[in-house]
């Protein structure tokens, strides 16, 4: 269905226009450098930027997540599948999604995503942050290779911030010591926003939480079973709640 | 004074947050029990609670359980005695029976802690301090978990590696644990000798990282204790004897104590369960160990008399207190893998001594036919400390 979706899509005569045009720099000329991070349980998450293609095979676990009344899960679920769905369908400028994956199982641990603004190349706007198992720390760690993407490799001087939910606020606003950036409004729109500047990326981000950068590039054979093996949980409801999905949906 | 036998044990749902309310879920880990004594013919229920009225907003557990359940005519109380609440109620309905007072008693502990904030719940901990002397200086548990981490560290050269080898062997018998809050495999690279193990295993009260203290849970456990002249009437074996009970006090405030890496109240404790029970250390075949923080399980196996001072860290690096070690400790996955919701954790640290006595604990069972299980329930930092001793007499 979102394959049809997308050919009557560019078959329209106002495609050129719906499209966006890409920054000077953008994800698709400056991706992401694949890194992989040592977790708690021994495991090794790769963190590499995905096609829309491969995006395509992570968007249906969203529609589980967007039924999880849990720490946010579903009102952040339901954003991150619009902002997919935008993203396979050339609707945002400048999107990427960053991919946490096992190295040698390809079990998705995570996700990350963000854009860029078209107002000013220099910004960068941040979307979500999802972890699919939870204590291994995935959300941590892949937040910050979402702000190493635009500080490093997308060539921003900042990237706006705000988070939905109170495990979020923390992590990012008060781990990170985020400064206030009150005066922007995040086009997640209601919360106040934040930002990440350059000046506090380099000063004490990047050294103090910017892990596996020792690890490019990394090994052939954990991209191939990374890229051939998009594994998505069985039951991420399971996984998020601890609660079976057919359980946890009774009289949803 | 007659002799107490446990013919029941239970533990209703996986540990970690519970959406229903407390008293469901002390209900659902009772109903468990029961099943497992084969009687709901209960004289009294002993419920083991440390903060409902707070956190929760419910007092006169006892009441509200024996209510919930219709247990009518049994009667009841609540107990509280911090994290020591589990063994003290448990203590309590030994004594209860052993005195000829009832037949058979329920001990239910429960602790309903994930509804709150971290900060709120660390307060709420705090408040077992020394209120003049402790608290009102902002000392937190995991601050004096650390001071004594710390102390062990200068005087006996324990390392953050020994503390991180308790963590994951804990874990590693969380994970045969159905039960367990933290089902979690960890190793030495993912929590401290990595780079990445600075996020991973954050430092939270130096030398304390993450994974060196045990989690906020939710949980419920429970127990069927019955006279031993009445056992035969329920038909559960093998009979495991509540064989032996002590309990040991000490100074509220840690730096009174003369030496604080010596837990006074748990050889106390210790000593007159022994005596109780007419058993020495070397008959132990395993533990359950109240590890709060790491260095607890350290510290309490010195000061219960099962290692020398300062040698309990030799131990683990020898992989002694492992599930097939010489000497297995918390098989459950201790505090700190299976959880800590406070009033529920010494009944549960009995649950699982029954279980393995029984050679009913599955997974984790450990091999030889164990016969004597040791437990130590550690109140406040050490002021008030329960241990039992519980035997398997047949089978």
Same mark, same amino acid.
């Given at each position: 269905?979102?394959?049809?979706?997308?050919?009557?899509?560019?078959?329209?005569?106002?495609?050129?226009?719906?499209?966006?045009?890409?920054?000077?720099?953008?994800?698709?000329?400056?991706?992401?450098?694949?890194?992989?991070?040592?977790?708690?349980?021994?495991?090794?998450?790769?963190?590499?930027?995905?096609?829309?293609?491969?995006?395509?095979?992570?968007?249906?676990?969203?529609?589980?997540?967007?039924?999880?009344?849990?720490?946010?899960?579903?009102?952040?679920?339901?954003?991150?599948?619009?902002?997919?769905?935008?993203?396979?369908?050339?609707?945002?400028?400048?999107?990427?999604?960053?991919?946490?994956?096992?190295?040698?199982?390809?079990?998705?641990?995570?996700?990350?995503?963000?854009?860029?603004?078209?107002?000013?190349?220099?910004?960068?706007?941040?979307?979500?942050?999802?972890?699919?198992?939870?204590?291994?720390?995935?959300?941590?760690?892949?937040?910050?290779?979402?702000?190493?993407?635009?500080?490093?490799?997308?060539?921003?001087?900042?990237?706006?911030?705000?988070?939905?939910?109170?495990?979020?606020?923390?992590?990012?606003?008060?781990?990170?010591?985020?400064?206030?950036?009150?005066?922007?409004?995040?086009?997640?729109?209601?919360?106040?926003?934040?930002?990440?500047?350059?000046?506090?990326?380099?000063?004490?981000?990047?050294?103090?939480?910017?892990?596996?950068?020792?690890?490019?590039?990394?090994?052939?054979?954990?991209?191939?079973?990374?890229?051939?093996?998009?594994?998505?949980?069985?039951?991420?409801?399971?996984?998020?709640?601890?609660?079976?999905?057919?359980?946890?949906?009774?009289?949803? | 004074?007659? $002799? +107490?036998?446990? /013919?029941?044990? =239970?533990?209703?749902? %996986?540990?970690?947050?519970?959406?229903?309310?407390?008293?469901?879920?002390?209900?659902?880990?009772?109903?468990?029990?029961?099943?497992?004594?084969?009687?709901?013919?209960?004289?009294?229920?002993?419920?083991?609670?440390m903060?409902?009225?707070?956190?929760?907003?419910?007092?006169?557990?006892?009441?509200?359980?024996?209510?919930?359940?219709?247990?009518?005519?049994?009667?009841?109380?609540?107990?509280?005695?911090g994290p020591a609440?589990?063994?003290?109620?448990?203590?309590?309905?030994?004594?209860?029976?052993?005195?000829?007072?009832? $037949? +058979?008693?329920? /001990?239910?502990? =429960?602790e309903?802690m %994930?509804?709150?904030?971290g900060?709120?719940v660390t307060d709420f901990v705090a408040t077992m301090a020394?209120?003049?002397?402790e608290?009102?200086?902002?000392i937190t548990f995991p601050s004096l978990g650390a001071f004594l981490a710390r102390l062990y560290f200068e005087k006996y050269?324990v390392t953050s590696e020994d503390l991180a080898r308790v963590a994951i062997k804990n874990h590693?018998n969380g994970?045969?644990?159905?039960?367990a809050h933290i089902?979690?495999?960890i190793?030495?690279?993912?929590i401290l000798?990595?780079?990445?193990?600075?996020?991973?295993n954050p430092m939270i009260a130096d030398p304390l990282h993450l994974y060196d203290m045990c989690p906020v849970s939710?949980?419920?456990?429970?127990?069927?204790?019955?006279?031993?002249?009445?056992?035969?009437?329920?038909?559960?074996?093998?009979?495991?004897?509540?064989?032996?009970?002590?309990?040991?006090?000490d100074?509220?405030?840690v730096h009174?104590r003369?030496d604080p890496t010596f837990l006074?109240a748990v050889?106390?404790?210790?000593?007159?369960?022994?005596?109780?029970?007419?058993?020495?250390?070397?008959?132990?075949?395993?533990a359950e160990i109240h590890d709060a923080f790491e260095i607890l399980e350290l510290a309490e196996l010195e000061s219960a008399?099962?290692y020398?001072?300062g040698?309990s860290h030799?131990s683990i690096?020898?992989?002694?207190t492992?599930?097939?070690?010489?000497?297995?400790v918390n098989?459950s996955g201790g505090l700190k893998a299976r959880g800590h919701p406070v009033?529920?954790t010494g009944?549960a640290q009995?649950?699982?001594?029954?279980?393995?006595?029984?050679?009913?604990?599955?997974?984790?069972?450990?091999?030889?036919?164990?016969?004597?299980?040791?437990a130590v329930n550690f109140g406040g930092f050490g002021n008030n400390v329960?241990?039992?001793?519980?035997?398997?007499?047949?089978?």
């Amino acid at each position: 269905m979102l394959n049809k979706a997308i050919k009557l899509i560019k078959m329209s005569a106002d495609e050129d226009i719906l499209r966006p045009k890409p920054n000077e720099v953008n994800p698709e000329n400056s991706p992401y450098p694949a890194k992989f991070i040592n977790l708690v349980d021994g495991s090794k998450m790769v963190v590499r930027q995905i096609t829309r293609e491969e995006t395509k095979k992570v968007i249906p676990i969203f529609y589980d997540i967007v039924k999880i009344n849990k720490d946010f899960y579903d009102l952040v679920g339901a954003r991150i599948l619009g902002e997919l769905l935008a993203y396979v369908q050339y609707r945002v400028q400048d999107e990427y999604v960053l991919l946490g994956q096992v190295h040698d199982t390809g079990e998705v641990l995570g996700l990350v995503n963000g854009y860029l603004s078209f107002n000013d190349p220099k910004i960068g706007i941040s979307y979500h942050t999802m972890t699919f198992k939870r204590g291994l720390r995935v959300g941590a760690h892949l937040f910050v290779a979402k702000m190493e993407h635009h500080l490093d490799y997308l060539q921003n001087d900042e990237v706006k911030i705000v988070a939905e939910s109170h495990i979020g606020f923390r992590r990012w606003m008060e781990e990170l010591r985020l400064e206030e950036n009150f005066d922007f409004e995040h086009p997640l729109g209601g919360v106040p926003s934040y930002y990440l500047t350059r000046k506090n990326w380099e000063s004490y981000v990047k050294s103090e939480r910017c892990f596996g950068t020792e690890n490019r590039p990394i090994p052939e054979e954990y991209l191939k079973t990374v890229r051939e093996n998009i594994l998505l949980p069985e039951d991420v409801t399971y996984q998020i709640t601890g609660t079976p999905k057919d359980e946890f949906l009774k009289g949803f | 004074m007659r $002799d +107490v036998a446990i /013919i029941g044990a =239970g533990i209703g749902s %996986r540990w970690g947050k519970y959406s229903g309310s407390l008293i469901e879920m002390m209900a659902k880990a009772s109903l468990s029990a029961i099943d497992d004594a084969g009687t709901d013919e209960i004289d009294a229920v002993f419920v083991a609670n440390m903060g409902a009225g707070r956190i929760n907003n419910q007092t006169a557990l006892g009441s509200a359980l024996i209510d919930y359940l219709n247990l009518f005519p049994a009667v009841g109380a609540s107990i509280e005695n911090g994290p020591a609440s589990g063994a003290t109620a448990a203590r309590i309905g030994y004594m209860a029976i052993a005195s000829g007072v009832h $037949d +058979v008693v329920m /001990i239910t502990g =429960g602790e309903k802690m %994930r509804v709150a904030p971290g900060p709120v719940v660390t307060d709420f901990v705090a408040t077992m301090a020394h209120p003049e002397a402790e608290y009102i200086h902002g000392i937190t548990f995991p601050s004096l978990g650390a001071f004594l981490a710390r102390l062990y560290f200068e005087k006996y050269g324990v390392t953050s590696e020994d503390l991180a080898r308790v963590a994951i062997k804990n874990h590693q018998n969380g994970l045969k644990n159905p039960h367990a809050h933290i089902q979690q495999k960890i190793t030495m690279e993912g929590i401290l000798t990595s780079r990445e193990a600075k996020l991973n295993n954050p430092m939270i009260a130096d030398p304390l990282h993450l994974y060196d203290m045990c989690p906020v849970s939710d949980g419920s456990a429970s127990l069927i204790l019955c006279s031993m002249d009445k056992v035969q009437e329920f038909e559960r074996t093998p009979i495991i004897k509540f064989a032996g009970t002590g309990q040991g006090m000490d100074t509220m405030a840690v730096h009174e104590r003369e030496d604080p890496t010596f837990l006074k109240a748990v050889k106390i404790a210790s000593d007159q369960a022994f005596k109780m029970a007419g058993l020495t250390r070397e008959d132990i075949d395993l533990a359950e160990i109240h590890d709060a923080f790491e260095i607890l399980e350290l510290a309490e196996l010195e000061s219960a008399g099962f290692y020398e001072r300062g040698k309990s860290h030799l131990s683990i690096r020898e992989g002694e207190t492992e599930l097939l070690g010489k000497f297995p400790v918390n098989t459950s996955g201790g505090l700190k893998a299976r959880g800590h919701p406070v009033g529920a954790t010494g009944v549960a640290q009995l649950c699982e001594l029954v279980w393995q006595l029984r050679g009913e604990a599955g997974e984790r069972q450990v091999p030889n036919d164990p016969k004597h299980g040791y437990a130590v329930n550690f109140g406040g930092f050490g002021n008030n400390v329960v241990s039992t001793i519980l035997s398997r007499i047949t089978g």
